[in-house]
């Protein structure tokens, strides 16, 4: 059952990004959904990586993050969700 939510999880987040990068204008609550999702994740996965980027993110987001960090940081989730 894990195995299933962990697939689906990664999906939408796979989704996500996508979508995240084809917008030059996101919502603030886009981020918001996305990052949550990408924590749930990382409470299956257990992962440091993952974690450090989510805490980057979220660090750089309390703080008047800027478009171009975001989508930095993204890309780099992307590719460690495919690898994963």
Do not use: H, P, Q
């Not at 440091?48 to 980057?56: P, S």
């Amino acid at each position: 059952m894990g195995d299933y939510k962990i697939l689906k999880l990664k999906r939408l987040i796979l989704n996500m990004t996508k979508e995240l990068n084809s917008n030059l204008f996101f919502l603030e609550a886009d981020i918001i959904k996305f990052i949550d999702i990408c924590y749930k994740l990382n409470s299956y996965l257990n992962n440091d990586f993952f974690d450090a980027i989510l805490y980057d993110i979220r660090l750089k987001y309390d703080n008047n993050y800027d478009n171009l960090y975001i989508f930095e940081n993204i890309d780099k989730i992307k590719k460690l969700v495919n690898i994963i």
